[in-house]
């Protein structure tokens, strides 16, 4: 069951014994849980039917004999185990998995990896009909934008193409980080506004307009060799905000599709970007980058992007300083 179809469940009131909520993406985990908890009882039960525990500090065995004990005074009890992880002889939860008590709603919260699938603790999950096992998967930096998006979307907001580039380069793939920048936004705007620029993201998020690694990105995409050195200054005047491996990462990104765009046949706006998983928004950057960049050159700069990584985290490098390192790789770029 997907992430969304499980919140559409809980709001309609539909309860599983058990929630085993594991994977390597803590945010989906983390929001899950929160809606079980906020569901599944009314305040007035919360006193005597709801247990929180942490599997650093829990006993399976206890854990055992309390999610077999009876609600008082309400039709369910809500047992929420956290760090679940860290729970000494996880393994020992095997049999109640098997018959879960009907009245328990045990939500699981098994954080930064996955359960081993050949474990009997997951075979035993697995067949029970009255558990629901989620697992989160960390979402791909391609499938970022389009996350922000539809994120965006079910609160009622658009948001340009090139401020949600923005978004995704300066928070990576952290959801939490992520979520918790999109809501900052939605109070700041305040209500009246539906459609987010890159103003808003400007003013709101402390992401520079002019300097941050898309405006480089755009700067080397024209071959403009004044914009690229005035905004690569910047960066090394401020090497905290701007290190080195962030700037690689998002022009290896784009020199990387550049290179796969080159051997596509079909380089119409939406075969473009139906195979290089952009907006097709972007595609006219890629247009311009082909015509500026030769296929030899291209394999030269992804080249040099993965030197200068390197050199960032001191292979090859002792004493260069990165905004030095960013200053010489641009130059490489663009001559």
């Not at 359960?115 to 603790?121: P, V």
């Not at 796969?260 to 907006?279: F, G, M, R």
């Amino acid at each position: 069951m997907k992430f969304e179809e499980i919140l559409q469940q809980l709001e309609k009131g539909v309860f599983y014994p058990i929630y085993f909520l594991h994977g390597e993406e803590p945010y989906f985990i983390d929001k899950i849980a929160e809606v079980v908890q906020k569901l599944a009882l009314k305040e007035e039960e919360r006193g005597f039917n709801e247990t929180v525990l942490y599997g650093k500090d829990a006993d399976v065995v206890n854990l055992i004999h309390a999610a077999k004990r009876y609600p008082m005074g309400a039709p369910r009890q809500l047992i929420v185990l956290r760090e679940a992880q860290l729970l000494d002889k996880f393994d020992l939860l095997e049999n109640y998995f098997k018959s879960p008590q009907p009245s328990t709603v045990l939500v699981i919260c098994y954080k930064y990896k996955s359960l081993d699938k050949r474990t009997k603790a997951y075979t035993a999950l697995k067949n029970q009909k009255q558990a629901l096992v989620f697992e989160s998967k960390k979402l791909y930096d391609n499938q970022m934008a389009q996350w922000i998006g539809d994120y965006l979307k079910s609160r009622s907001l658009t948001i340009e193409p090139k401020a949600i580039m923005m978004l995704v380069e300066f928070l990576g793939a952290e959801l939490e980080k992520v979520v918790q920048a999109a809501d900052k936004l939605i109070v700041a705007m305040g209500p009246g506004t539906t459609h987010i620029t890159v103003d808003h993201v400007a003013r709101n998020i402390g992401i520079s307009k002019e300097y941050n690694p898309f405006e480089l990105q755009k700067a080397l995409i024209h071959k403009d060799i004044t914009k690229s050195n005035k905004i690569v200054k910047a960066f090394a005047a401020n090497p905290k905000d701007f290190p080195v491996p962030v700037v690689t990462g998002v022009l290896f990104s784009f020199f990387s599709k550049l290179l796969a765009y080159y051997y596509l046949q079909d380089k119409s706006k939406s075969s473009v970007a139906s195979a290089l998983k952009i907006n097709p928004f972007f595609v006219a950057d890629y247009q311009v980058a082909a015509r500026n960049y030769k296929g030899v050159k291209v394999a030269e700069i992804i080249s040099l992007l993965r030197e200068y990584d390197m050199k960032s985290k001191g292979f090859g490098n002792v004493n260069t300083p990165g905004g030095e390192l960013l200053q010489e790789m641009v130059y490489k770029i663009l001559h």
